[in-house]
């Protein structure tokens, strides 16, 4: 895999799982149905992954370092790998109820955001970088689920 490749990989996995799984735990702390919940992923898989592709694609030509090929690799790969990653989040919200699909998709997150931290990170900083990249997926479940709570209080 090349460089491109692998910038569009990393941010468009580790973006596909952060917003996905903060967007799930928020939606389902506020009690929202599971269409609600569905659309909300369909929503992040679409819209978000144009928005993530075009900040690569920015970002990218802004160093000024990479040439056109370069630059739309990242940008395809940052799309195609975000709206994958946020669509496998539907099997659970599709085929399970509430609780066990914000289980599933919690256990799910985080092994796809272990996975990708160690295969990126330099052997010898392997367990460093897992677990401080689990500790932010956990601040994001955590905030997730305050937000959705706040919600809940409000409705």
């Known amino acids: 895999m090349n460089h491109s490749s692998k910038i569009g990989f990393s941010f468009g996995t580790t973006s596909g799982v952060i917003t996905t799984l903060g967007l799930i735990v928020g939606l389902t702390a506020s009690n929202a149905s599971q269409a609600l919940i569905i659309g909300g992923i369909l929503t992040i898989a679409f819209a978000d992954a144009f928005s993530d592709a ?33 669509l496998t989040f539907l099997v659970p919200a599709i085929f399970l109820s509430t609780t066990p699909a914000l289980i599933a998709s919690i256990t799910w997150g985080m092994l796809l955001l272990a996975l990708l931290s160690y295969f990126v990170s330099p052997k010898e900083k392997r367990a460093q970088s ?13 905030v997730g689920f305050i937000i959705g709570q706040y919600i809940r209080t409000l409705i």
């Open 130 to 142: 897992v677990l401080g990249h689990l500790l932010i997926g956990l601040v994001v479940i955590i």
């Open 54 to 86: 075009l900040g690569i694609h920015i970002s990218e030509e802004s160093e000024d370092t990479h040439n056109k090929k370069e630059i739309w690799t990242a940008t395809f790969s940052t799309y195609f790998t975000k709206l994958i990653i946020a």
